[in-house]
């Protein structure tokens, strides 16, 4: 079974940084895209960024130059740097993760079929 947990989030000032990371295990192949995802109250889930296994990225334009993704497939862990927080960034942070095949389309629209519990993110102004 695939099993993801995310660990990281807490509360910030606007300015600030936060590095949320994600380990994961039960991969059933190595051919796996991770993600972040976020959902705000009152909004819908929407696709922060992913790491496809061969190193292709995808980011949402609202965190473009500020957020960065990485991955360790050593320790089987994604991260995201996440700079610059605004107040507008404060949601629960899902790491989540599915297959690669159609793995843009997935990011864009949060079809992943594994998803770790959220971690809260709370950017004050």
């Known amino acids: 079974e695939v099993q993801l947990q995310a660990s990281g989030g807490g509360l910030v000032q606007a300015g600030g940084s936060l590095r949320l990371s994600c380990t994961f295990s039960?991969?059933?192949?190595?051919?796996?895209?991770l993600g972040w995802f976020r959902q705000a109250p009152g909004k819908e889930r929407e696709g922060v960024s992913c790491f496809r296994d061969d190193g292709s990225t995808y980011y949402a334009d609202s965190v473009k130059g500020r957020f960065i993704i990485s991955r360790d497939n050593v320790n089987d862990a994604v991260y995201l740097q996440m700079n610059d927080l605004k107040p507008e960034d404060s949601a629960i942070y899902y790491c989540a993760t599915d297959r690669s095949e159609n793995w843009y389309s997935k990011c864009l629209y949060g079809g992943m079929n594994y998803w770790g519990k959220g971690t809260l993110v709370t950017v004050s102004s």
């Open positions: 039960g991969f059933p192949s190595a051919d796996y895209t």
